[in-house]
């Protein structure tokens, strides 16, 4: 159980274009999602939190016009990058929020998408 | 805030050999979890563990073994008898409760393991 996918894995794209992410999860509802960003050999930079039927919340630093975040469903949560430059490339991954027995809460992650943005 | 520190950037070993990662948190709050994420080549983090502030139970999965100490602020993690594919960046996260919506994770820096044949 508490599987999230990612597609697509992998993306290649020219300066200028959107790139659409989604992230799913396979067999559990999850009202949150998180988007992360990894630079080589860094760790995760949390960029938003996706809220089933509403708003995103973006950390400081992160352009919610350049990353719009979409959670249409409990399954299904969707990352554009905008207008993408090559400063942009990245991999990008998302994670859903699954609730434990007695409590708490995991994060079950997604396979990630790496973006290159030539 | 909440903060998670991964002091180790690398560790090599041998096939075999057993291997701690450490892991040293903060934070203000007295409700909180602990988790253990594995990163392979291909990227995806696989959830191993998660520990909550109450249960200082130890763990063990395995060859794999979880160490947590609040007097410490530690949640060190062991594998033991060490395999090539363990090979993989290692991450430690702390989440806080709050009343928002998501518990956010805070992440360390990561340990990058290699095990050599």
């Known amino acids: 159980g508490a599987v999230v996918s990612q597609h697509p894995s992998r993306v290649i794209c020219k300066s200028g274009t959107s790139v659409k992410i989604e992230c799913r999860s396979l067999?559990?509802?999850?009202?949150?999602m998180f988007w992360y960003r990894q630079f080589p050999k860094q760790s995760l930079m949390l960029m938003a939190t996706?809220?089933?039927?509403?708003?995103?919340?973006?950390e400081q630093g992160v352009e919610k016009d350049k990353f719009l975040i979409n959670h249409a469903s409990l399954t299904l949560s969707t990352l554009t990058v905008t207008s993408a430059h090559p400063e942009d490339s990245s991999f990008y991954i998302c994670?859903?929020?699954?609730?434990?027995?007695?409590?708490?809460?995991?994060?079950?992650f997604g396979p990630g998408t790496r973006l290159l943005v030539l | 805030a909440q903060k998670v520190t991964q002091a180790q950037t690398e560790i090599s070993v041998v096939e075999k050999e057993d291997v701690t990662l450490d892991c040293v948190y903060e934070t203000r709050d007295t409700t909180y979890y602990l988790f253990w994420y594995k990163q392979p080549p291909s990227g995806e983090l696989v959830f191993l563990i998660r520990?909550?502030?109450?249960?200082?139970q130890n763990e063990i999965s395995g060859r794999y073994s979880w160490n947590f100490q609040k007097s410490t602020s530690s949640f060190n993690f062991t594998i033991t008898a060490s395999q090539v594919v363990d090979s993989a960046v290692y991450f430690c996260?702390?989440?806080?409760?709050?009343?928002?919506?998501?518990?956010?994770?805070?992440f360390g820096g990561g340990t990058r393991l290699m095990v050599k044949p």
């Open positions: 996706s809220n089933e039927g509403s708003k995103a919340t973006y």
């Open positions: 520990r909550n502030s109450f249960d200082e």
């Open positions: 996260a702390l989440s806080e409760r709050n009343n928002n919506a998501g518990n956010m994770l805070t």
């Open positions: 067999d559990f509802q999850a009202t949150t």
């Open positions: 994670s859903a929020r699954a609730l434990g027995l007695a409590g708490g809460e995991t994060q079950y």
